[in-house]
């Protein structure tokens, strides 16, 4: 399984980013699919997750703002997005999605996320 993280950038704080995930290779045993952040000198971090394409979680801190969704499911391919709005500056981070299968866990490359105040 392959995973392609896109959409990050630079962007002033209220404004909004949508990042897209990419992941080609065996879906049949998909379980879940997520999006976590790493800011430098901090522990990685769930931001959100969604399962079974429908059933989400988010991080508190960024609950109201972010919306994960999916689509383009098949038993190759899986898409997941993250709707990011309102930034702020502590969500300055590499963003890293992870496909969570029934036996193992993938992760993507990171896409670099920045808030400037």
């Known amino acids: 399984v392959q995973l392609q993280a896109s959409g990050g950038g630079l962007v002033q704080a209220g404004g909004s980013l949508r990042l897209s995930c990419t992941a080609s290779?065996?879906?049949?045993?998909?379980?879940?699919m997520a999006w976590y952040r790493q800011a430098p000198g901090k522990q990685r971090e769930l931001v959100a997750a969604i399962t079974g394409g429908i059933g989400t979680n988010y991080a508190d801190s960024v609950k109201g703002r972010f919306t994960i969704s999916m689509d383009n499911v098949s038993k190759d391919n899986a898409k997941i997005y993250l709707q990011m709005n309102k930034l702020k500056p502590e969500d300055t981070a590499v963003y890293y999605c992870?496909?969570?299968?029934?036996?193992?866990?993938?992760w993507g490359q990171g896409t670099q996320v920045t808030v400037s105040s």
């Open positions: 992870k496909a969570e299968r029934l036996f193992d866990d993938y």
């Open positions: 290779g065996s879906m049949l045993s998909l379980k879940s």
